[in-house]
Structure formats: structure tokens, C-alpha cells
């Protein structure tokens, strides 16, 4: 089948396009800089190159294709404009509908997100919660996924699917709260009781899969995420253990951190430089994210494989590979040459001394 996928150079899309490569399928992907385009064609994927606000050259990836793996978005840069969101989310969200109407794709499968649903409480929810966004990058994926939503429901087959956490090896999201884990640094705010779902790369992609070839999976929604859920203090103690220390201790209360974060986003945006802390960023302290992936399991038999101890011990392990971390002997033999060079300093001041009282 011939298949187009965007966001091939991001993490999720990455790992899709090269799915469906493996798979046997002829890939084709929207690639917005030529310097990306050399590692997409590495793994076997065709390029088009072009810019997803681009109609028209979105119009070009999509002719002669049969099915689309819409994954692209802005995600949260930090310094942009809310019209750059919505460029990218809506309108690039729009152009690629109307490219898949004109050339009569078979299927698109849109890429949402569950934040549409914003802080959903203590008790799971599924796909029928209302939308609840709370910044511009969620509240552009809902315009989007309404934009799909009406389109799949009059003239154009296609499925939604929402993920949740997404994590894994080759992904550098979480890599800050896996650095303050490993260097002692890391402060909870509030009691980390507050619940989070995470989703393996691996576990998602085959979701994502089985959205573009199960029958029964147009015209509907599914949320895409792993189990069990988990609290923000078992997250943070599964990341310990991957990373071999002891869990941190260190706590403060939240209500003046949350303070302080928007005092800095109204400070720092209107600059366009990044604030030290924003409100997002504290949000991941006091939100609650949990929810029900029955409708995916029961119609797509969409089931996570990899529990949240074992992919957070994976993503670590990838981590230390790739030396975004610094192993405990690494560290010690940088020390130890820290030290030596120290003492060799040392002796030869002690050499100049000498000679100095010679002369």
C-alpha cells in the first residue's frame, strides 16, 4: 500500500513511518528541510518535500496515495506566536483533509491528543469526555480535531485516536526529570498524588496501526494509552530506580511555584524568550490525566504490552547509551581525572616554589 505519513522527522511519526516501512509498504513522507531529508530516505521512505501550511505541497505528498498517517503538529515551542499553533494544527490539519477529499484517499488516521480533555479528575475517563483544553497548543488540536471529526463523519473515511504520555528510547521529553532524578536535583511540587498515563512508543505505534486497518475503525475516536495508571510519586520512583538512585525526597508546597510560573510567562512571552518556569510545566504537578482505553482494546484489540517500570528502565538504558546520561563510572573516572589534574597543578606549584626559593 502506498501510505503518507507526516511528522516523520519527530519522534512518534519517526517511528510510524518506519513501521510501515519494515512492514512492507511504500512510505511516503512531508518533509519540511531538505537537511532531514537524507536520514528519512536512509530508512527506506520516500520524500516529498514541503511545508505542511503549504496547500499545495501537501497536495502533491497525498496524490497517489491510499492511506494517511496525519501525526505532525507544533508541540509547545517555546517563543512562538499563537497564530504559529494554529498555522500548523488547524491549517495544516485542513490542508491535509483537503488533499485526502481531492485525491480520494482510502483513509486518514488524524493524530489528536488526550489533553484535549484538559485536568479530567481522579476517576478514568474515556473518549466521550467533553473537551477541557488549557493552553493554545490544546486548544488548536481540538479545533483540529473537530475540523477531522466533521469531515470523517460526511464524505471522507478516517479515525481519530488521542495518546496519552508518549515515551521510549529516542524520545528526550522526559530526559530533564530523568537528570534531576539521577543528580539528586528533583522537587516535587505538592504530593505528587495527582495520576499521569504514560504510553511506550512500540505499544502506541501499534495502535496507531490498527486505526488504519481495521474495518470497523472509521468515523470513531479512540484513546491510545498504556496501563496501569500510575501517580506522579510512582513515576518518579520507577525513574530512580531505571536510573539506579535512591527516589528523592525533597517537596514544597504548590500554590507559590504556580504563582510565580505565571508571573514569569507574562514576564518572558511577550519577549519571546522562554520563562525559567511556566505554567505547563507546573500543570504536570497538579493535573490529573486518567483514562480508559476499553473502546480501543474491544474494537481495534489494541493491548499495551509494556508496563511503566520496564519502558521508563528501556528509555534510561537508552539514555546512558546516547550519553544524554553520565554513568556512575563515567562520573568517577571524570572525577578521578578532575582530582589528578588538581594534584598535578598542585605539585607543580609546589616545583615553581621551590625553584623560586633556589633563585
Known amino acids: 500500500m502506498k501510505i ?18 519494515k ?51 507544533a508541540f509547545r515551542v517555546a517563543g512562538q506566536p499563537d497564530g504559529f499553533y494554529r498555522d500548523v494544527n488547524v491549517g495544516g490539519t485542513r490542508n491535509v483533509l483537503n488533499a485526502a477529499r481531492k ?16 485536568e479530567v479528575g481522579r476517576e478514568p475517563v474515556d473518549e466521550s469526555a467533553p473537551f477541557n483544553p488549557g493552553d493554545i497548543y490544546q486548544r488548536t488540536k481540538v479545533e483540529a480535531e473537530q475540523l477531522a471529526a466533521a469531515a470523517f463523519a460526511h464524505d471522507l473515511p478516517g479515525v481519530i485516536f488521542r495518546p496519552g504520555g508518549i515515551y521510549g528510547p529516542g524520545d528526550t521529553r522526559f530526559l530533564k526529570l ?26 502506541l505505534v501499534e495502535g496507531i496501526l490498527l486505526c488504519g486497518q481495521r474495518d470497523n475503525a472509521p468515523g470513531n475516536v479512540y484513546i491510545l494509552t498504556g496501563e496501569p495508571v500510575i501517580t506522579l510519586n510512582q513515576f518518579v520512583r520507577y525513574v530512580a530506580d531505571a536510573v539506579g538512585v535512591k527516589p528523592p525526597r525533597w517537596r514544597v508546597p504548590l500554590w507559590p511555584v504556580k504563582v510565580a510560573a505565571h508571573a514569569c510567562e507574562w514576564v518572558c512571552r ?54 544524554h546520561l553520565e554513568s556512575q563510572k563515567a562520573k568517577g573516572e571524570r572525577r578521578k581525572e578532575r582530582d589528578e589534574g588538581t594534584e598535578g597543578r598542585r605539585d607543580a606549584g609546589e616545583e615553581e616554589r621551590h625553584e623560586g626559593t633556589k633563585g
Do not use: N
Request: glycine share 10%; net charge positive.
Open 23 to 73: 512492514r512492507g509498504h511504500a512510505v511516503r513522507a512531508l518533509v519540511r528541510r531538505e537537511e532531514d531529508a537524507a536520514r528519512v530516505r536512509e530508512a527506506g521512505i520516500e520524500v516529498a518535500l514541503g511545508d505542511l501550511r503549504d496547500a499545495g505541497a501537501v497536495e502533491r505528498a497525498v496524490e497517489g496515495v491510499e492511506l494517511v498517517y496525519h501525526i505532525a503538529a
Open 270 to 323: 511577550p519577549l519571546r524568550i522562554p520563562p525559567p518556569i511556566y505554567p505547563r510545566r507546573v500543570d504536570f504537578f497538579c493535573k490529573e490525566r486518567a483514562f480508559k482505553i476499553d473502546k480501543a482494546r474491544r474494537e481495534l484489540g489494541f493491548e499495551p504490552k509494556v508496563a511503566p517500570a520496564e519502558g521508563l528502565r528501556r528509555t534510561a538504558e537508552w539514555y546512558f547509551e546516547r550519553g
Open 4 to 21: 503518507l505519513v507526516t511528522g516523520v522527522t519527530g519522534f512518534t511519526g519517526g517511528h510510524v513511518g518506519r513501521a510501515l516501512a
Open 178 to 203: 530523568f537528570r534531576a532524578v539521577y543528580r539528586g536535583r528533583f522537587v516535587m511540587l505538592g504530593s505528587g498524588e495527582v495520576h499521569y498515563q504514560l504510553v511506550y512508543i512500540d505499544d
Open 103 to 118: 485525491h480520494t484517499v482510502r483513509r486518514v488516521v488524524y493524530c489528536s491528543t488526550v489533553g484535549v480533555h484538559g
